[in-house]
Every structure is written in C-alpha cells, then in structure tokens.
C-alpha cells in the first residue's frame, strides 16, 4: 500500500511539475519582458530595437510553450538570455553554419577492447580536470572551446595543474583549412576542433587563458581574421579589424606553458558503447551536434524528435555518462559542458539522450594527445 502511494505521489508529482506554460497575452508577455530584460541587464539602443526585441520574446514564448509540450517529462524549456533572438539569429550568431560532418578514413584504432560491463555512470567533472564553464558570448567560437577543454582535460590527467587554457589565441591565430576536405578554422565564424588540433601541434604551444585572454564576443576586441584565413570556405572576414588585436600582436611564445605540445590527435568510433569507454579511458572529449533546439534548453535530458544528424553547427565536450530512473522508466544520457555561460541550462552543461546517436553527437567525436 505504501508502495502505491509513494509511486501515485512521485506520478502527481512529476504530472505537476513538468507543465511550464508562460502566459502569452500581451499584458502578460510584456511582464515578463521588463523582467527578463532587468534580469539580464538588456538595454536596447533604440525604441525599433527594443519593440523588435520584445515581439521575438513573445514569439519565443510561444515557441517554449510547444516545446513543453512536446518534451513532456523529458526536456524543461525556460526563456535565457538568448530569448530575444529569432531562431535564425540564434543560428548565424551563436552557431555555426551547418556542416556534414568530415568523413575521414577512421584512424580509429581505439575501440578495440571495451570496458565491460560499463559503470552506470561516470562524470570527469568530479576528478578535478575539467575547468569552469565558460561563456562564448554572441560568435561562432564554440570550436575553440570545444579543443581547449580536451586539451585542459589531457593536461590535468597527466598530473598538471588544473589549468584555463587560452581559447582565444585559437580564435585569433588559428587559420588551418583541408582544402581537401573543403573544412577550415575560421575565427568568429566557426571552426573544427580536430583542424585545431593540428595547428596547435604545428605551433608547438598554447598560452594560458590569464595570459592570452577571452575577448570575442562582447565587443571588446576586434582583432583581424586569423593568418591563412580561407574567404572562400569561410565566407566574408570581419568588415572592420584592429591589427594591433590581432595574433600577430599578441601571440607571444615566451609564454607558452612548458611541456605541453600537442603530438597527434584521434577520432573515436560512433558507436557509443565505444564512445563511452573511450570518454572513461581517455578523457573529456571533443564532440559536435545539432544545436538548433537547445536554445532555450534548461535542463533534463535533450531528446528533441526532429534533429538532423548531418546538419553539424555546435562543438562542445563531453564529460560523463550516466541513467536517469523515474516512473516513467530508466533513460540513458550523455552529459556535456556548453560554453553558453554557467547560468545556461544545468549550472552550463546539458545532457542527452545516450545510444541513439542523437543531433549526430557521435559523429565528430575527437581527442588531442600530449606529449608525455
Ligand atoms: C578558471 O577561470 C575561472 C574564471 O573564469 C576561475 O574562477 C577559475 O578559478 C579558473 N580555474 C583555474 C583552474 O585556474
Ligand atoms: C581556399 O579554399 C578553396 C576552396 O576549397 C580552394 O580552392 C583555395 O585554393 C583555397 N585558398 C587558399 C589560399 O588556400
Ligand atoms: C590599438 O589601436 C587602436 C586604434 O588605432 C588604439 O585605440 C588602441 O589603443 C590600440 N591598442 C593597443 C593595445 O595598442
Ligand atoms: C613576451 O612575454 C615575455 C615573458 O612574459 C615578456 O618578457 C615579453 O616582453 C613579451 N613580449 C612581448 C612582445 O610582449
Ligand atoms: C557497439 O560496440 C559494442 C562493444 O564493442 C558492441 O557490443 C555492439 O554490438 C556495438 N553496437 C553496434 C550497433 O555496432
């Protein structure tokens, strides 16, 4: 009897908790905004501006409202700091343009022996490797982020200090591009990480984060497009550039952290069984998906219905695994850190859903090797 009721009270109590619905009448709506804008410190230049801005957050309230419904129990969709952002203005400025990912004949030779059975759960957040989160602010730089946390990770697991790594440097100097391919590094405009790996191996260094520090993104840097920069498979370069901002200013080798050097880099198999064994054996990967739906993503596991596998425009990394169990049965996720800030989503990072190759999150999957 005591079982039924603690099951019937866990089933209201989840009935009741997953329904978030924003009101969507004008009075209501504008509330909201003051709100949302006073929270977030949101000052817009002029009135056009400003009516603009409010009528995508009506807009996007809607929006989050089907997306709750759709999610239910699932996924919890709450307005951020990107709720007056149209989803097209969320893609050309947060992400990347969509790609297929690279198809590479596979090096990889990793998955061989799997672990098995797999733990439950398994979280690189709890060992001391994985630095805070960090926030990209309005470009494509999620690339840079993505290569430096690995990096961070391979660094710390081999018994150095905890250390930010510049992300920066990579958004200004790092120009690589596989003509081949047709991929390139393209500063504020997107990127690969497994393109980055290979040029800081080629640069033989990296500076620390407090030395070559984070500017992009919050208009207080304007350094010019990176050396090699491709216009053709990277589109238009910034219009306006400060060279003195630029890599060739700021690089300084003097700085590099001794002993860290980047020797060759590997891409993980798809599968997942593989993924997770790789994750636990090497570190915190380098992974890329589809992220158009994760906008307004505030926690739970992402599972959206629709979400093509081949349209890559975020790089993240990967740091755990584990299962969630509640009455509605047991779900398998990844858990990821985003560079979206901390206040983004769960405390900065996301899960999703595991074993399903979900927004193709297994397609890209990438790690750097040190020198030992
Ligand atoms: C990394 O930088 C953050 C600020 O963004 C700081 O709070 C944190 O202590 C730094 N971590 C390390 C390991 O230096
Ligand atoms: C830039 O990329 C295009 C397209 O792949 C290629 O044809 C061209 O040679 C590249 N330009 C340079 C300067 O490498
Ligand atoms: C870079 O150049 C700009 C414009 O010429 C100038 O205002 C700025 O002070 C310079 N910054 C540095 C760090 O030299
Ligand atoms: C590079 O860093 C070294 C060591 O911190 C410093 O002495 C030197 O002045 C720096 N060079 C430039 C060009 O900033
Ligand atoms: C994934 O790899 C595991 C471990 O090697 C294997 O048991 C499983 O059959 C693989 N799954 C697929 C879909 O190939």
Redesign the pocket.
């Known amino acids: 009897m005591a079982l039924v009721w603690i099951g019937l009270s866990l089933l209201l109590y989840s009935l009741s908790t997953e329904c978030l619905r924003y009101p969507t009448d004008k009075d209501s709506a504008r509330k909201l905004f003051r709100g949302w804008q006073n929270e977030h410190r949101k000052h817009y230049r002029t009135r056009e501006q400003e009516v603009y801005g409010f009528e995508v957050f009506h807009e996007n309230l809607k929006k989050i409202n089907e997306l709750n419904d759709l999610h239910r129990s699932r996924t919890e969709y709450r307005i951020n700091k990107f709720a007056d952002m149209s989803v097209s203005e969320f893609k050309s400025k947060i992400l990347m343009p969509p790609r297929k990912p690279p198809q590479r004949g596979t090096k990889t030779c990793l998955g061989s022996k799997v672990t098995d059975p797999l733990p439950q759960s398994f979280d690189w957040t709890d060992k001391g490797v994985v630095t805070s989160v960090k926030d990209q602010g309005t470009v494509g730089t999620c690339w840079a982020f993505s290569t430096i946390g690995n990096i961070e990770g391979q660094w710390a697991i081999m018994g150095k200090p905890l250390t930010n790594l510049s992300v920066e440097l990579l958004v200004d100097c790092d120009g690589t591009?596989d003509?081949?391919d047709?991929e390139?590094d393209c500063g504020v405009f997107g990127g690969w990480p497994f393109l980055a790996f290979q040029f800081i191996q080629k640069l033989g260094g990296l500076e620390t984060w407090e030395d070559y520090g984070y500017c992009s993104g919050s208009g207080k840097c304007f350094p010019c497009a990176p050396p090699?920069y491709?216009?053709?498979?990277c589109g238009p370069p910034e219009s306006y550039c400060l060279k003195n901002q630029s890599c060739a200013a700021k690089l300084n080798r003097t700085k590099f952290i001794t002993g860290l050097e980047v020797v060759s880099w590997e891409q993980v198999d798809k599968n997942e069984t593989i993924m997770a064994d790789q994750l636990m054996k090497l570190g915190p990967l380098s992974i890329a998906l589809n992220a158009a739906l994760l906008q307004f993503y505030h926690s739970g596991i992402f599972d959206p219905p629709i979400c093509d596998p081949q349209d890559l425009d975020h790089a993240v990394l990967l740091v755990g695994f584990g299962q969630e169990k509640s009455v509605f049965g047991t779900r398998d996720f990844w858990k990821v850190k985003n560079s979206w800030g901390h206040k983004w989503g769960e405390e900065g990072y996301f899960r999703i859903k595991r074993g399903v190759g979900k927004c193709g999150m297994n397609t890209q999957v990438v790690n750097a090797f040190l020198k030992q």
Do not use: P
């Open positions: 591009q003509v081949k047709g390139a090699g491709n216009k053709t498979l």
